[in-house]
């Protein structure tokens, strides 16, 4: 299964850069694991928070197969533990998911073209977070779920 992390705009903070980067060579190990950054907008200053969502959501959407099984990292999504995660991510490979696309959208969050294309919305937690840190979250969780099912030692529980 190749698993996809789909995020707008790149990094720009150093220590959550190398952070993305570890855990995206350590998912490699377990999976075909692609970090997609998509370009942030310009000459958006004066654009309201819907014209951004939509514009970010053409550019989303370009990056999606139909047969992409779409998830939204998204605050009114479902909450995982590690442990049910690593479980959903089981299914996935089970029910013969080919490419697993997590998203995580812009400050706005997302448009509504692509709340329709999604199949599964979740959330990381109910507080809030820099949607760059959520990256780092993300990555961490889903090298946690590898781990998990390889029944490998980095998850203590």
Do not use: W
Not at 6 to 22: A, W
Not at 47 to 74: C, F, Q
Not at 125 to 133: D, E, G, K, L, W
């Amino acid at each position: 299964m190749k698993i996809q992390l789909i995020v707008v705009s790149k990094t720009d903070i150093p220590y959550l850069q190398q952070g993305i980067d570890e855990y995206s060579s350590r998912l490699r190990h377990y999976c075909d694991f692609d970090l997609v950054v998509i370009p942030a907008l310009k000459n958006m200053g004066k654009a309201t928070s819907t014209e951004v969502k939509e514009r970010e959501g053409v550019l989303i959407l370009k990056h999606l197969e139909r047969a992409d099984t779409v998830v939204l990292l998204d605050e009114h999504g479902k909450e995982y533990s590690s442990v049910a995660f690593a479980d959903y991510i089981q299914k996935q490979m089970n029910v013969g998911t080919r490419t697993l696309a997590f998203v995580v959208g812009g400050a706005f969050g997302f448009s509504p073209a692509v709340y329709a294309a999604a199949h599964h919305k979740i959330s990381l937690s109910q507080m809030t977070f820099n949607h760059q840190m959520v990256r780092l979250f993300f990555a961490e969780q889903l090298y946690r779920a590898f781990t998990i099912l390889h029944h490998e030692k980095y998850h203590n529980e």
